[in-house]
C-alpha cells in the first residue's frame, strides 16, 4: 500500500483558511486519496476524497497536484470545531478489502 | 439516522480474561471493519467482513483475537486471554459496499487491560 507523508501538527487562527498538505509520491494509478478527521474521543468521519480533479464539499476542498504525488485539504474558515487530528489516506479502488491504512495524521490547533 | 454504535464504551480487563467488544453498523451496510488504535497513533485495521463472509483478516495481531458476524449484521470482535498490549480503543467502520464509499465509524470501545 502506497504511503502518504503529513506534519505532525499544525495551528491556525479562527475564521482564517487552513491548508493540510500531504504527500503521497509513490501513489498508484488506482489509489484514491481520502480525507478523515477524528475529534478527541471519537471515531474518524469521512471529510472529502478523490482521483484526479479537485474537489468540492460542505465541509472542505480537496486540491490534488497534477502528478499526483501531493495535495492538500482545505478548510476554508476554521472554527474551533474544527480542532481534530485530520488523516490523508490513499485507498486502492481495486483492492479486494477497501481497508484504510491510516498514518499517524496532522493535529490540527485552531486558535481563538 | 442512526449511526454505527458500539458497545461497551469502556472495559477494563484483568489480564488473562476473555473480552467481548459488540458493533451495531448502520442497517443494510454490507461491510463492517474493525481497527484498533493505540495511544497517539492512527487506527489500524484488524479484519474486513461483507455480509458475514470474513474476507480480510490480515490485521488481526494473534490467534487470541477473533471476530464474527454470523447474520451479517451486527458483529463481535472477542479477545481472548487478554494482555496488557491489547489496551486500546478498537473502532468498528461500516460501508454500504465497501466499494468507494466513506466509512463510517462508531464512537469506539476504550479497552484497558491492567
Known amino acids: 500500500d502506497a504511503k502518504t507523508t503529513q506534519p505532525n501538527s499544525m495551528e491556525s487562527n479562527e475564521e482564517e483558511p487552513v491548508h493540510l498538505p500531504c504527500n503521497h509520491s509513490?501513489?498508484?494509478?488506482?489509489?484514491?486519496i481520502h480525507w478523515y478527521r477524528q475529534l478527541p474521543s471519537q471515531g474518524p468521519e469521512y471529510v472529502i476524497h478523490?482521483?484526479?480533479s479537485n474537489v468540492n464539499n460542505r465541509m472542505a476542498s480537496l486540491a490534488i497536484a497534477e502528478d499526483r504525488k501531493s495535495s492538500t485539504l482545505i478548510l476554508h474558515r476554521a472554527t474551533l470545531r474544527d480542532a481534530a487530528v485530520y488523516y490523508c489516506?490513499?485507498?486502492?479502488?481495486?483492492?479486494?478489502?477497501?481497508?484504510?491504512?491510516f498514518g499517524t495524521g496532522t493535529r490540527l490547533k485552531v486558535l481563538a | 439516522g442512526a449511526g454505527v454504535s458500539q458497545s461497551p464504551r469502556y472495559k477494563v480487563a484483568k489480564r488473562g480474561q476473555d473480552v467481548a467488544l459488540r458493533c451495531d453498523p448502520i442497517?443494510?451496510?454490507?461491510?463492517l471493519f474493525w481497527y484498533q488504535q493505540a495511544l497517539g497513533q492512527g487506527p489500524e485495521f484488524l479484519t474486513y467482513?461483507?455480509?458475514?463472509?470474513?474476507?480480510?483478516k490480515s490485521g488481526l495481531p494473534s490467534d487470541r483475537f477473533f471476530a464474527e458476524r454470523p447474520e451479517g449484521s451486527v458483529s463481535t470482535l472477542k479477545i481472548q486471554r487478554t494482555q496488557q498490549e491489547d489496551s486500546a480503543v478498537y473502532l468498528c467502520?461500516?460501508?454500504?459496499?465497501?466499494?468507494?464509499?466513506?466509512?463510517?465509524f462508531g464512537p469506539g470501545t476504550r479497552l484497558t487491560v491492567t
Open positions: 509513490t501513489i498508484s494509478g488506482t489509489d484514491y
Open positions: 442497517s443494510g451496510h454490507v461491510s
Open positions: 478523490g482521483l484526479t
Open positions: 467482513f461483507q455480509n458475514e463472509a470474513q474476507l480480510d
Open positions: 489516506i490513499l485507498r486502492d479502488a481495486t483492492s479486494g478489502t477497501y481497508k484504510y491504512i
Open positions: 467502520a461500516s460501508s454500504p459496499d465497501g466499494r468507494d464509499y466513506e466509512q463510517y
